[in-house]
């Protein structure tokens, strides 16, 4: 099967404003073109130790080897990028880092300078099961995401990711005198009563162990090795901005945030520097857009393109949703 030329574009049946854009190249190069304050919520898991040569493609920004994990190397080419994602965030918005126990505590040093300690919110654990062991440590079982705010009266909408609370809790449940039941705890040394109805749930904690990695043989998977569960992702896009706000990724891999931004009717840019990542990225915003057509909310469509215009050629893909058929991409409007 030849592989779809770029530019292109993926049609829904939304004739209406602006298309989505899916990007072939290096963020570097496609964050420069941005408007500040245009982008209402970042969100990157950035690569580490991947045995690969990292580069801008305008060469603006040093070469860096990957091959062995240098976090001083990593965090000084990671760096320019954070920079110029804080410049096009808007003075709401937010910057979720997603890391590992190899390279955070570097990448947080980095964003303390760059945003200031005060606009540090949380640090957020995601706790899995999936995994190696190791008969000489403890289990290393969870992500860091690092979530920095552009200015102090960041977007919030903790409403929107609430969790159902536990019935088998230390609080005792009561029916008020509104008939409403609510879990109840008295503190011993002051006697006040805290009360929370029970169907309201409770905002998640700064460590999240309610979602699992994908295991080997997961629906979502695509084959792609560091992808993470849309269900992570979507509850930083819930939790950070409303419907019509503008969510970039700048290291999509297959395309989860995308994905999660197209299905919850946010904007999206996405951009990663491997073909094989957009073109899998590509398949799935064909299949969750095609989807939400079918049941009457048809998204944005989705112009794929390289970073500066470029013709590219992107491969097939060897995994993931409809793997092996023809890709409907279309050539893009003039």
């Known amino acids: 099967m030849l592989g779809a030329k770029l530019p292109a574009r993926l049609g ?22 941005l408007p500040s304050e245009s982008l209402d919520l970042v969100y990157i898991d950035p690569p580490f130790g991947t045995g690969r040569a990292r580069t801008s493609g305008a060469g603006r920004l040093s070469k860096y080897e990957d ?6 190397a990593f965090t000084a080419w990671l760096s320019p990028r954070l920079e110029a994602m804080r410049r096009a965030l808007d003075a709401s918005g937010s910057l979720f880092v997603h890391l590992d126990y190899r390279a955070v505590h570097y990448v947080k040093v980095a964003l303390d300078r760059l945003f200031g300690r005060e606009r540090f919110v949380n640090e957020i654990i995601w706790c899995y099961s999936v995994g190696g062991k190791s008969r000489r440590s403890f289990g290393k079982k969870h992500d860091t995401i690092l979530w920095y705010a552009k200015t102090r009266d960041y977007a919030f909408f903790p409403d929107a990711v609430r969790l159902p609370r536990k019935p088998a809790s230390h609080m005792r449940v009561v029916k008020g005198e509104d008939g409403v039941l609510y879990q109840e705890k008295t503190d011993r040394k002051t006697g006040k009563v805290y009360r929370y109805p029970a169907d309201a749930g409770k905002l998640p904690d700064d460590w999240w162990a309610d979602i699992e990695t994908l295991n080997r043989g997961d629906r979502q ?3 792609w090795p560091t992808q993470k569960p849309e269900r992570l992702v979507d509850r930083i896009v819930r939790a950070a901005t ?6 970039a990724d700048g290291f999509c891999g297959s395309g989860t945030t995308a994905v999660v931004a197209q299905r919850l009717g946010r904007r999206f840019l ?13 398949d799935r ?12 909310s ?16 992107l491969p097939p893909p060897a995994h993931g949703p409809k793997a092996g058929s023809t ?3 279309a050539p893009p409007e003039q």
């Open 12 to 33: 829904f049946g939304d004739g209406g404003g602006e298309p989505n854009r899916l990007v072939l190249g290096d963020n570097a190069d496609v964050l420069a073109e």
């Open 67 to 72: 091959g062995k994990g240098d976090p001083d």
């Open 221 to 223: 998977r695509t084959g």
């Open 242 to 247: 409303l419907p019509g706000a503008v969510v």
């Open 270 to 282: 996405a951009v990663d520097a491997e073909p094989e990542a957009v073109a899998r990225a590509a």
């Open 285 to 296: 915003l064909r299949v969750c857009g095609e989807a939400l057509a079918r049941a009457g």
């Open 298 to 313: 048809p998204p944005p469509d989705v112009v794929v393109e390289t970073a500066g215009g470029a013709p590219a050629e």
């Open 327 to 329: 890709r409907q991409l």
